[in-house]
């Protein structure tokens, strides 16, 4: 269960993916054969394509494959270089609090006006509630993330001193 929830977005994005594959091919395939489109592919591939933005931020967090601070970071002195990761952090994570709280004030709204899609006639909020989400996944990772670089540099900071 524990591997399930460290990895819910790999799983989310590997379904997801595969959905929007599967969509797609169907709609080519419908165009070339029988010469009609499907009018509702449009509406969820970009539902789900911002869902698996966002899901997908937090995985390259999670696994340190973000642009990150590393050239800056590496500029400073060994000893600064930790507060050069948390300084980063803190800002990421500041910048996904306030996208949470601006996809709060977004979804609420559209709860509140009962804002649909065209074609499908689904609740906006169901694409919308992917940026508060997300974002509160990617602090979550970040944190995660910024955890392990402090403990890596610790680590090696201790093998270069001889492991005292």
């Known amino acids: 269960m524990k591997k399930v929830i460290n990895n819910f977005e790999e799983y989310f ?11 797609n091919f169907g709609n080519v395939l419908s165009r070339y054969f029988i010469h009609a489109s499907w009018a509702f592919t449009e509406e969820l591939l970009v539902i789900l394509f911002v869902w ?17 601070l590393s050239v800056v970071t590496d500029l400073f002195p ?11 952090a803190a800002l990421t994570i500041g910048l996904m609090a ?8 977004m ?6 006006y009962n804002q649909r899609t065209a074609a499908m006639d689904l609740p906006e909020w169901i694409a919308s509630i992917s940026i508060t989400f997300g974002s509160l996944v990617i602090i ?13 540099k610790k680590i090696k ?8």
């Open 78 to 88: 060994e000893k600064f270089q930790k507060y050069v990761v948390i300084f980063g």
């Open 98 to 105: 306030l996208l949470a709280r601006y996809g709060v004030d």
């Open 107 to 112: 979804v609420a709204n559209q709860i509140k």
């Open 13 to 23: 994005l590997a379904i997801s993916l595969v959905i929007m594959v599967s969509i």
């Open 140 to 152: 979550l990772r970040v944190i995660q993330a910024t955890v392990m670089n402090l403990r890596d």
């Open 52 to 68: 698996n933005t966002m899901l997908a931020s937090a995985v390259a967090f999670k696994h340190g494959a973000h642009l990150g």
């Open 157 to 164: 900071l201790k093998l270069k001193e001889g492991g005292k």
